[in-house]
């Protein structure tokens, strides 16, 4: 994990980032290079840029896509990663990274809170639903494999019945592999805090659809896996079991029974099963990376 960013300047109605943890602010562009390097010599086979805004990534002109086209030169480092990102910061560059990289996983976590319009005015996200739509045809355009994750607000202040409709209709168009969702929660001194609340009841029901929603898309595409192979970068030993934890491109977990010691190494995996958390697969022999 390498922080490159700090702060947001977003001012999202319902967030007190932007009064905890002050403007944004964007790391030296060599001093994240040297800082990749330094980790990659210790032995990091895969970097995940942080930021709160990580998009938002500006330094001496230097922009997130910069970063991730110079950390892909290190040749120990096999797979790149960035997160927490804003439908605002996909700029066109930043997308185009996606037809050129070689190490950049496919899987884009981009938050897009609640599928209707009006409540993302009331949230001051500063994007709409067609703009949001536009980043994911743009993005599927360039590489069709690209998967999207997301996070969603379920009860925000002034939701209706139809607002909460055009968000399970945002669900069901993008096919979220994964969703983290989660009720709206008051906090002080922000605008939203001020608004009128809805009802306890009506929202953690909707919460509720939503998630059934979800699971439903998610386990039906990691049914679509099953028999498929794919790269899994092991990171460590299960406990108390003959069995190694890694991740896909998609960064879904995979377990495979093997005495052999796999942390750190890239296998190529035939999925064989699974569930919500986890899949479960066997190593391709054949293959050596």
């Known amino acids: 994990f390498l922080t490159i960013q700090e702060g947001c ?6 967030c007190v980032v932007p009064y905890t943890r002050g403007p944004e602010y964007s790391r030296p562009f060599k001093q994240i290079l040297d800082e990749a390097k330094y980790l990659a010599d210790n032995g990091a086979k895969e970097i995940i840029l942080l930021g709160q805004n990580v998009n938002a990534y500006n330094n001496e002109g230097y922009r997130l896509s910069d970063l991730i086209l110079n950390i892909e030169k290190i040749p120990e480092i096999k797979r790149l990663r960035y997160t927490t990102s804003h439908p605002k910061d996909m700029t066109e560059d930043l997308i185009e990274v996606y037809k050129t990289s070689k190490k950049l996983m496919p899987l884009v976590h981009l938050p897009v809170q609640s599928g209707s319009n009006k409540i993302l005015g009331s949230m001051n996200r500063k994007h709409t639903i067609e703009e949001y739509l536009n980043t994911f045809d743009k993005l599927k355009e360039i590489n069709p494999k690209i998967e999207f994750s997301s996070d969603f607000i379920i009860g925000y202040p002034g939701e209706t019945k139809k607002d909460f409709e055009d968000t399970i209709k945002i669900m069901k168009k993008v096919k979220f592999i994964n969703s983290y969702s989660f009720l709206y929660s008051s906090r002080p001194g922000t605008p939203a805090a001020k608004f009128k609340s809805v009802d306890e009841d009506i929202s953690k029901e909707r919460l509720l659809i939503f998630q059934k929603t979800a699971n439903e898309i998610k386990m039906q595409y990691r049914r679509n896996l099953i028999n498929k192979k794919f790269f899994i970068l092991f990171e460590n030993k299960v406990k108390n079991k003959n069995a190694f934890f890694g991740r ?10 093997t005495q052999e010691n796999l942390t750190g190494k890239i296998k190529e995996v035939k999925i064989t099963g699974g569930n919500l958390n986890t899949l479960f697969g066997e190593i391709n022999s054949k293959f050596k990376k």
């Open 248 to 257: 896909d491109e998609y960064n879904n977990s995979v377990i495979v029974n």
């Open 9 to 14: 300047d977003k001012f999202c109605h319902f």
